[in-house]
Structure formats: structure tokens, C-alpha cells
């Protein structure tokens, strides 16, 4: 068993444990195509840019809801404000809401996302060499259907989402909440991510260290350390140990 001073690590999910199978834009026009929306030449690319400012625009995903039936409902409601916002900006139609039920549902299902090749592989290590392992995430609570449809829930011993823990990334205090599940201090626990703001910032605003994953994208500048897959996470390890 590991003799680390990290005792626990965390890990954003989407984009750094699995990626949409596919694109949010196409996934989208398919659908959208299916209920009327008239595409063009220039739907994908226009689908594509009023995602990304419309899902920047919108609010933390951070509810006054408690009880679970509420909080899906007000998940639900704040990516239909996102999508809405998208269609409004490059042609809405008549059946979108109909559209909206049928999109919003393709995500919850797990052949809608893909892991990332060494994912399990070292998920199973971490594990087997003593980590506690944790999800700090943005994510809604399809995630947990979405885990499970992958085969990596089991993997995991807590799993910290905004809208349960009334904060989003990267807010200190959904940090503390998935380190008080563990019962450890923040400067032993690491967290791993995509977003150098959400996830190697907001660790770092605790006291945990962040690691930012850049796949495919070389070094990056950080306050903290960046690897390029999951993989580079297991000799930096050791050389916290």
C-alpha cells in the first residue's frame, strides 16, 4: 500500500476520464434535423459557436432545489435555457421541445460518450496501489447513469456533483465537500482536470494539488502541473510519495 502524502485523488469526468462520442453540435443537428430544423451548409459550424457561447453565458449549475426530484427538474430547465439560447441563434422550429427531451435524454446514455484509452487501466493501478479515489464535477446527475453505463462507477469512492453540493467548480466550497466525505486534509488530495480555471485553480484555492490535463495539446502553461493523459499521472505520483 502506497505511503504517499496524497492519500486521495479526484478527477473532473468529462474530458479527462471520457469525451462525447462525437460532437455536442452534432449530436444536436442530428437530432434537431429529426423535428423540423432546416439545415444549411453552415448549421454545423454555426451549431458548434453558439454552444460554446451560450454554455459560457450561462449560469454556475447551482440550485436552491434539495430534494432530488427538484434538482433534476432544475438541471433539466438550466440546459434547456443553454440549448434554447443555441437555436434561437442560428433558426429555432417548431417542434423543439420535443427535440429538447429527445437530446437531453441521448446524453444521459452511455453509447453517447467514449473512455479515453488508458482511463481504466489507471483507474484499476491507483486503486490497487492504496488510492481513495474521487469525481469533483460540473457535471449533472446523469453522470452517475453515465458511470455506470461505462463500467467505472465501481472504481470510484465518492462522487462530488454541483448540483448536489449547491456549488460548482470553482468554488472552494465543493472542494471541501468531497474532502470531508474522505476525511483527509486538502494537501493530501490531488485533482485532476481539463480546466486550468475549474480544476487546477480551484484546487489550488484549497490547498489540494492540481494537476491540468492537456491531451493533445502540449505543455501548457500552469500554476500547477500538466500531463498529457492519464497515464503521466502515475510517475508523478511517486514523485510526490
Do not use: C
Amino acid at each position: 500500500m502506497t505511503r504517499s502524502r496524497i492519500q486521495v485523488v479526484f478527477f473532473d469526468a468529462a474530458d479527462t476520464l471520457f469525451h462525447i462520442h462525437g460532437s455536442v453540435a452534432e449530436i444536436y443537428l442530428q437530432h434537431a434535423e429529426k423535428h423540423g430544423f432546416r439545415k444549411t451548409p453552415e448549421s454545423l459550424t454555426a451549431i458548434k459557436s453558439a454552444f460554446a457561447r451560450s454554455f459560457r453565458d450561462a449560469p454556475p449549475p447551482v440550485f436552491a432545489a434539495t430534494e432530488p426530484a427538484a434538482i433534476k427538474q432544475s438541471e433539466r430547465l438550466w440546459w434547456f435555457d443553454i440549448v434554447h439560447n443555441v437555436f434561437y441563434r442560428v433558426g429555432m422550429f417548431e417542434a423543439f421541445d420535443e427535440f429538447f427531451e429527445e437530446v437531453f435524454a441521448r446524453f444521459e446514455q452511455p453509447e453517447s460518450w467514449r473512455l479515453f484509452p488508458e482511463t481504466v487501466d489507471v483507474l484499476r493501478t491507483l486503486k490497487d496501489q492504496g488510492f481513495e479515489l474521487g469525481i469533483i464535477s460540473n457535471f449533472d446527475s446523469r453522470l452517475f447513469s453515465v458511470l455506470r453505463g461505462l463500467g467505472i462507477a465501481d472504481l470510484f469512492d465518492t462522487v462530488t456533483i454541483s448540483s448536489l453540493a449547491r456549488a460548482a467548480k470553482p468554488s472552494a466550497r465543493i472542494f471541501h465537500q468531497a474532502l470531508e466525505k474522505h476525511a483527509v486534509d486538502p494537501d493530501e488530495a490531488l485533482h485532476v482536470g481539463d480546466s486550468e480555471r475549474d480544476d487546477v485553480k480551484g484546487a489550488q484555492g484549497v490547498g489540494l494539488t492540481g494537476v491540468l490535463l492537456a491531451r493533445g495539446e502540449g505543455a501548457r502553461p500552469s500554476g500547477g502541473t500538466t500531463i498529457g493523459t492519464l497515464n503521466e499521472l502515475l510517475p508523478l505520483l511517486s514523485r510526490l510519495q
